[in-house]
């Protein structure tokens, strides 16, 4: 059997750690390759650790073929949703792949609508019946109509559910992959630091990212937290800021509040001068 290795596929999903390597390996060669590989035509979908494993020592393995792939976008979103239902990969590769199958969805239906239009701009009954093929073959025995796609993930919410992580781990991931120097990425896959820490360290400058990640764990952590710090400053700044502000528009208006009395009392003292000349001219 021909089975052909598109490299692109192979690195579409992370590879395994050596570890899990190691220790696949050793399961197959306790127990043999129980589960068929996939393949799409003579193109290897499924199991490329195992195919690998079993042409080293000469293991023989079974293959299916899946049938429904129309499209490479098809077998990438097969691949994905195959990682998402598993319980071992990170948090961290779960939303990367959740964020990787919404802008295949929404590729997939982007074409699917400008195709409806077309067919609605064009559905005029044609000037004759169509006859079915001599052969009796319809289009959907033939294989040959589209599946629809799934459903839109058009929110940061629906992400989130795919990926089974909070919507605020999504958009630090999001930040991540616009924002974080390979190191940092490296680091964050690797399970150095956390999603919340990479996310943090990715709104400092590429210079800045590369030497955090270059001098490890700690340093890494500790650019987090000077970022984290240096948005509280702000606030706190602002904070005492307005209170200086309310203080002094205060002392403004008890300044005004006491000259009032004082005028009041001139007022007071001038009405009694006044009174006494009035007096004084009336004798």
């Not at 197959?28 to 979908?45: F, K, P, Q, S, Y």
């Not at 169509?130 to 929110?155: C, H, R």
């Not at 005028?263 to 006494?276: C, G, P």
Request: proline share 5%; net charge negative; hydrophobic share 40%.
């Amino acid at each position: 059997m021909n089975i052909v290795v598109n490299e692109e596929l192979k690195a579409y999903i992370d590879p395994m750690t050596p570890e899990e390597y190691e220790a696949l390996e050793r399961s197959i060669l306790t127990e043999g390759c129980r589960d068929a590989l996939v393949l799409w035509g003579d193109m290897l979908v499924d199991g490329h650790n195992r195919y690998g494993i079993c042409q080293k020592h000469g293991l023989p393995f079974n293959t299916v073929q899946n049938t429904r792939f129309k499209s490479i976008e098809d077998v990438h979103l097969w691949m994905i949703d195959q990682h998402l239902g598993r319980r071992s990969i990170s948090d961290f590769l779960r939303g990367v792949l959740a964020l990787r199958k919404k802008d295949i969805v929404d590729r997939q239906r982007g074409r699917l609508a400008t195709v409806s239009e077309s067919a609605a701009e064009a559905s005029d009954d044609p000037p004759f019946d169509v006859d079915t093929p001599a052969d009796g073959t319809t289009e959907a025995a033939a294989g040959t109509i589209q599946m629809p796609p799934p459903a839109p993930l058009n929110s940061r919410e629906a992400i989130a559910r795919a990926a089974r992580l909070s919507s605020s781990q999504v958009g630090m991931i999001e930040k991540i992959q616009k924002q974080a120097a390979p190191e940092l990425v490296a680091a964050v896959k690797s399970g150095v630091i956390s999603i919340n820490t990479a996310a943090a360290v990715a709104t400092l400058p590429a210079e800045e990212q590369v030497s955090a990640a270059n001098a490890g764990k700690d340093e890494l952590k500790q650019a987090a937290k000077r970022v984290r710090e240096s948005k509280k400053k702000p606030r706190t700044e602002s904070a005492e800021a307005a209170a200086s502000e309310g203080d002094a528009e205060l002392d403004a208006v008890q300044a005004l509040q006491q000259r009032v009395a004082e005028l009041t009392a001139e007022n007071e003292s001038l009405r009694r001068q006044v009174a006494e000349l009035q007096a004084q001219l009336g004798h």
